[in-house]
Structures are given as structure tokens and as C-alpha cells.
């Protein structure tokens, strides 16, 4: 027998790395929809020269805000399911995307209030608000779109963005149709889409 043994190169095991699963957007496309529906369409109701309801005007901005804080969490607690599995880049990438959207809106409210207070003209926030929130969180869906390959994602935040600050050149109660159709329209619409979306994969 030979005194060299002959040794087999070391058997390296396959682990593929988890990729993180889909982030399901439905229940926050919901929240956003009905703020929209809701927020908006009981601002345009309320406006205008022959207002078709006599609601406080607190009320479309109370439902707007509540919509929009819960469709926020419900987006923030998918993505945050959505990370089981994913690797380190991934779930920075998550963090810092969760980040965006508190960094987004303290800088919308810091332009708002400035902006109004210098102008001297506060009752622009009535405007500047639905408008403003909107071209954010249209922004922030195109980026969330691109890092998480989503182009459903991606095509709700473009139309979000454009919609608008396209409506800002309307009248009310004009521009707040605008917002609780276009927008709310897009909202239901995703979220059918993205049931299609996620059975697909």
C-alpha cells in the first residue's frame, strides 16, 4: 500500500442566501385610498360655491391625516415582515427607506409652515398640504420601487407625484376632486393589481 493518502478536495455545502419575501402593499394601498377618498372627497364636497355638505373645516384635513398615519404604519409593518430571511444590504436598504418617510414629511412641514408664515397667508396650507403630501409619498413609492424592483410601485408613486402638483393649477373645489379621484382611483386600483402581482410570483 502506498504511504501517501490521496485526499478528496473538501465538499463545499450549497446555502443559498434567502431572499427576503415580497413586501404586500394591499392593506396600506387601502389605508392611502380611503384617506384619499375620504380626506379629499369631503374637502371638495365642502368647497365651492354651492358646497353639496356644510362639514367643519377640520374635518376632510382630520380624515386625510388619519388615513395617511395608518397607511403609513400598515406599510412600515409589511415592509418590516417582508425582511424575515433578507440579507444585511437588504435590510439597511429597509431602514433607510423607512427613514425617508419621517425625514419626507418633518421637511414638508417645516416648508409649509415656513412658507405660510412668511407669506403671511396661512390658509394656503389647506392646498399645500394635500398637494404636498402627495408629491412626497408619490417620491418616496418611486424610490421604494426601484431598490425592491416593484414597477407596480413605481408607476403609483410617478402617477401620485405628477397628480398632484398638477392639480395645484386647479381651483377648489376642482383640485381636491382631482386628488380624492385621480389619486383614490389609483389607490383602489393598486391594490387589485397588486393581488394579481403577488399570486404571480
Known amino acids: 500500500m502506498s504511504s501517501h493518502t490521496t485526499l478528496s478536495p473538501p465538499v463545499v455545502q450549497d446555502h443559498p442566501t434567502r ?3 415580497e413586501v404586500d402593499n394591499r392593506a396600506a394601498y387601502v389605508s392611502f385610498g380611503l384617506a384619499y377618498v375620504l380626506g379629499h372627497g369631503a374637502a371638495a364636497a365642502s368647497h365651492g360655491a354651492a358646497p353639496l355638505l356644510d362639514l367643519p373645516g377640520w374635518l376632510p384635513t382630520a380624515l386625510l391625516g388619519l388615513g395617511l398615519v395608518t397607511g403609513i404604519a400598515l406599510a412600515t409593518a409589511a415592509a418590516l415582515r417582508a425582511q424575515h430571511g433578507a440579507t444585511a444590504p437588504e435590510v439597511l436598504s429597509g431602514k433607510l427607506l423607512g427613514a425617508a418617510w419621517i425625514t419626507a414629511f418633518t421637511a414638508l412641514f417645516l416648508a409649509i409652515t415656513g ?3 412668511v407669506l403671511d397667508h ?26 425592491r424592483r416593484n414597477v407596480l410601485h413605481y408607476s403609483l408613486g410617478v402617477w ?4 398632484s402638483t398638477a392639480a395645484l393649477a386647479l381651483a377648489a373645489p376642482a383640485f381636491y376632486w382631482v386628488l380624492a379621484v385621480g389619486g383614490g382611483g389609483a389607490y383602489v386600483l393598486a391594490a387589485a393589481l397588486e393581488h394579481r402581482r403577488l399570486h404571480a410570483l
Open 19 to 21: 431572499r427576503p419575501r
Open 115 to 117: 412658507l405660510t408664515s
Open 122 to 147: 396661512p390658509e394656503l396650507q389647506s392646498v399645500l398640504w394635500p398637494a404636498g403630501s402627495g408629491l412626497v409619498v408619490g417620491l418616496l413609492y418611486l424610490a421604494e420601487g426601484a431598490v
Open 160 to 163: 401620485l407625484a405628477i397628480t
